[in-house]
């Protein structure tokens, strides 16, 4: 039988690091002179750094050269990481860690597919990187989600078929990059949002153990 693999993605799945990114998007559209809401970051869910301050400079109808626009990106870059450099085991999402110790007991290799570049930092400030047997993130993808991209370099890593990897993920185009790897999807966050998810969780209190064995059946 041919063995399985498991790829988390990292924002709002393991952790919720959203909220920094948040402030720190905030912090410099008010810099620049406007508000940015709550609201309008939802749009920069599972998005590149690049296309979402892309994005905040066509919401505050702002041009910038290029140079301008590098300063910026890396701006946003210092900020996030200061609030990230706080970070401890109390940011871990509630029963994220049953669940990798359920896979981790029974040898069930797992990976990281994020966009993030900062996944191990993350990792390690709250203490799960030793689950991990890969970390695939921003550093080593040149195609953004939903390419499958990620989870293919990821179940490559692992040395597991791409058919065999279950993903877990809350964001639309985390769903549909997994769905186009042919990988069984599972949505973390809401089931009308995830829609296209095989299984809709709100968080991994719903997970039982029962159906995670049936995963690795």
């Given at each position: 039988m041919e063995k399985?693999?498991?790829?988390?993605?990292?924002?709002?799945?393991?952790?919720?690091?959203a909220k920094y990114h948040y402030l720190a998007w905030k912090k410099?559209?008010?810099?620049?002179?406007?508000?940015?809401t709550q609201e309008q970051n939802e749009l920069f869910?599972?998005?590149?750094?690049?296309?979402?301050?892309?994005?905040?400079?066509?919401?505050?109808?702002i041009d910038a050269s290029q140079s301008q626009f590098d300063?910026?990106?890396?701006?946003?870059?210092?900020?996030?990481?200061?609030?990230?450099?706080?970070?401890d085991a109390s940011e871990i999402l509630p029963d994220v860690p049953r669940v990798l110790r359920y896979f981790n007991e029974r040898n069930v290799p797992m990976a990281l597919g994020s966009a993030s570049k900062?996944?191990?930092p993350i990792l390690e400030k709250v203490g799960l990187l030793s689950y991990f047997d890969s970390i695939v993130d921003g550093n080593n993808v040149t195609k953004a989600k939903p390419d499958p991209e990620v989870f293919l370099i990821a179940s490559k890593n692992l040395g597991v078929v791409a058919n065999k990897c279950v993903v877990f993920e809350d964001a639309v185009a985390g769903i549909q990059a997994a769905n186009l790897a042919d990988m069984t999807s599972i949505g973390i966050g809401d089931p009308k949002t995830l829609r296209e998810a095989n299984y809709n969780f709100t968080d991994f209190t719903e997970i039982s153990n029962e159906f995670l064995d049936s995963l690795i059946q």
């Open positions: 399985e693999g498991i790829i988390f993605d990292l924002d709002g799945v393991i952790v919720d690091t410099l559209a008010n810099e620049l002179g406007f508000e940015f869910k599972g998005v590149s750094r690049k296309c979402c301050l892309e994005i905040l400079l066509d919401i505050g109808n300063q910026w990106m890396i701006e946003k870059n210092e900020d996030y990481l200061s609030y990230i450099e706080k970070m900062n996944a191990k």
